[in-house]
């Protein structure tokens, strides 16, 4: 019914940047908000970033002035650009999604895959 796609991973080098990609297709009927998540090795998965429906957007403060969250409604995308990349920034990045589907009155949360990012010399 509903899928997130993530997109833009890669490796980079310490002080570079990726712009990540998450599309959402589906029967989307309203956002409510979309954030990225990240997960390192071996420790939990935590919020970067999120954006509502109204604009607001919120950062962990390890990727404050570094990282923008941004989306595209018309597209149902959203793009987590990321600069100043640090080797800590290294994860797998995941997509969420607050959202009401057709026919349903209960928003629901859905993830993506995930897309892997490489900070490394």
């Known amino acids: 019914q509903v899928q997130l796609v993530e997109s833009g991973g890669g490796l980079v080098q310490p002080g570079g940047s990726l712009r990540l990609s998450c599309v959402a297709s589906?029967?989307?009927?309203?956002?409510?908000?979309m954030g990225w998540y990240r997960q390192a090795p071996e420790k939990e998965r935590e919020l970067v970033a999120g954006?509502?429906?109204?604009?607001?957007?919120n950062y962990v403060d390890s990727v404050k002035g570094r990282f923008t969250i941004s989306t595209d409604n018309a597209k149902n995308t959203a793009y987590l650009q990321m600069n100043s990349l640090k080797p800590e920034d290294t994860a797998v990045y995941f997509c969420?999604?607050?959202?009401?589907?057709?026919?349903?009155?209960?928003?629901?949360?859905?993830w993506g895959r995930g897309t892997q990012v490489t900070v490394s010399s």
């Open positions: 969420n999604m607050d959202a009401l589907l057709s026919g349903t009155w209960v928003a629901k949360v859905y």
């Open positions: 589906g029967n989307i009927r309203f956002i409510n908000a």
């Open positions: 954006i509502t429906s109204g604009g607001r957007t």
